[in-house]
């Protein structure tokens, strides 16, 4: 049984917390900017403070990249709903698996990850990086690519709605050091990555 830690305000940089599973706060699915001056307002960002991510600002985020909004469907599609996503999240302090069912951050790897998940140098300055990988087993190819880029792009709306920057990536992932890390096998595909933090 694994333990859950509620982190009511802010990312705490403690090692206690990044050590363990984090419980995130339910996502806030009504309100926000509304839709069309989120688009309007979409742009890619690649100069980021290291100010932390609120944790109720990184469950939105996770909630619009691969949540569910019904059931048993997600707010993406995927193709023959075949939810071959996973979308992993690379704090200053560790590295998550985000289980959507349980709104839960599961704990994958300790410590500062970032220099694995992107080559540029904005990654490792920004405090939330996502990697979007795909479950190439379940025979999906290259529509796997459309449904990494439906969910960046709600993570892009949502962020411009909350004032944050982002910027999805396909540069700078190396399958094999991905893989090692996040003990995965080679049916598990890196199709993006998308850095957001506060803009400088
Ligand atoms: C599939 C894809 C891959 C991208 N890869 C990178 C990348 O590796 N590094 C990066 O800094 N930006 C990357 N971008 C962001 C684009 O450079 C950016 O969207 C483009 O310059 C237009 O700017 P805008 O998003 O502000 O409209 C990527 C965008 C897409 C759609």
Redesign the pocket.
Known sequence: MRTLVTVSAVLMLSAAVFAQDISLPAPQKTGGTPLLDAISAR??T?DFSDKEVALQDLSDLLWSAYGFNREDKRVIPTPRNSQEISVYVFLKNGVYLYDAKSNVLIHKAAGDQRKSVGA?DYVYTAPVNFLYMADESKGMGTASNVAVGCAAQDVYLVAASKGLGA??????LDPETLRKLLKLTKRDVPI?GQTIGHKK
Not at 167 to 172: F, I, L
């Open positions: 742009q890619s690649r540029q910027v999805v990536r396909t540069g700078g993006a």
